[in-house]
């Protein structure tokens, strides 16, 4: 565990990338039950997308559910200033 810095509150990944506020739990869970109306990504802030899922009802559900699985096994998303999300 790193100690929290002002610009990093949450702490560094490994790669010494700084740790979002936001839950990649969350996330995931929110795109998975959601996720037709975008509300995972309006989350992590990614607006333009949440905009295209709410018109597209997240892809006939296939974007929204695949999204979600991404959301909850991948370490590698960002929130919309680039920070990962926590585990």
């Known amino acids: 565990m790193t100690v929290p810095t002002p610009e990093a509150p949450y702490g560094v990944d490994p790669l010494g990338r700084p740790y979002s ?6 996330a995931g869970i929110l795109q ?3 996720g037709t109306l975008g509300i995972g990504r309006f989350y ?6 949440g905009i295209a899922q709410l018109l597209t009802c ?23 200033q680039g ?5």
Request: glycine share 16%; no cysteine.
């Open 21 to 26: 506020d936001k839950s990649k739990i969350v």
């Open 32 to 34: 998975l039950f959601l």
């Open 44 to 49: 992590v802030g990614s607006v333009g997308v």
């Open 58 to 80: 997240g892809g006939l559900g296939f974007w929204a559910l695949i999204d979600g699985i991404l959301f909850l096994t991948s370490n590698d998303r960002t929130d919309s």
């Open 83 to 87: 920070r990962v999300l926590r585990g």
